[in-house]
T-cell receptor
Framework: AQSVTQLGSHVSVSEGALVLLRCNYSSSVPPYLFWYVQYPNQGLQLLLKYTSAATLVKGINGFEAEFKKSETSFHLTKPSAHMSDAAEYFCAVSEGINGNNRLAFGKGNQVVVIP | EAGVAQSPRYKIIEKRQSVAFWCNPISGHATLYWYQQILGQGPKLLIQFQNNGVVDDSQLPKDRFSAERLKGVDSTLKIQPAKLEDSAVYLC??????????????FGPGTRLTVT
């Protein structure tokens, strides 16, 4: 069954520093991979997605992620953290088998940006 | 374009009571999803509809949870009777298509349920 692992529930980063959130996936078929962001009391918003095209995916708000099949990883990065990046981030995988695009989410990373 | 609407935003009930949540997806979106997000965890799919038919309800606790999507638009999720462990945020999402690599799920703000 498909699954993702996100380590470190809370991540603290200084304003202006690199943001790195790790995601490793498990899938029996070539996966579709997603990163979502959730601000307090709001629903999830798609940051970016990998759908078997380019392995380096650029998303909104300056985020990008690289798909590495050999490492079964899809880590999320942003070169310079901004205060507005404080939120919870979820990695998700979908196998899209038989037309079922069920998303399996990781436990999330709560990002705190320190001024 | 209006987003996914959910109501109520917050609900507090006692255990063994019943509760219902409502979702209105983005206009034209054929696929609708209900997720349960327990504090400290990622969302977990409960049920997925394609128009008014169920595609996947394998993780729905059918002894107490039910959902319907009449006319293929709005949907309701019901819990009867509620247990303490049902305390969570219930998220509704919709997508334009069921299958394919380019689909995207759009999420509503969620309903936060507290069972006391």
């Amino acid at each position: 069954a498909q699954s993702v692992t996100q380590l470190g529930s809370h991540v603290s980063v200084s304003e202006g520093a690199l943001v790195l959130l790790r995601c490793n996936y498990s899938s029996s078929v070539p996966p579709y991979l997603f990163w979502y962001v959730q601000y307090p009391n709001q629903g999830l918003q798609l940051l970016l997605k990998y759908t078997s095209a380019a392995t380096l995916v650029k998303g909104i708000n300056g985020f990008e992620a690289e798909f590495k099949k050999s490492e079964t990883s899809f880590h999320l990065t942003k070169p310079s953290a901004h205060m507005s990046d404080a939120a919870e981030y979820f990695c998700a995988v979908s196998e899209g088998i038989n037309g079922n695009n069920r998303l399996a989410f990781g436990k999330g990373n709560q990002v705190v940006v320190i001024p | 374009e209006a987003g996914v609407a959910q109501s109520p935003r917050y609900k507090i009930i006692e255990k063994r009571q019943s509760v219902a949540f409502w979702c209105n997806p983005i206009s034209g979106h054929a696929t609708l999803y209900w997720y349960q997000q327990i504090l400290g965890q990622g969302p977990k799919l409960l049920i997925q509809f394609q128009n008014n038919g169920v595609v996947d309800d394998s993780q729905l606790p059918k002894d107490r949870f039910s959902a319907e999507r009449l006319k293929g638009v709005d949907s309701t999720l019901k819990i009867q009777p509620a247990k303490l462990e049902d305390s969570a945020v219930y998220l509704c999402a919709s997508s334009l298509v069921l299958a394919g690599p380019s689909y995207e799920q759009y999420f509503g703000p969620g309903t936060r349920l507290t069972v006391t």
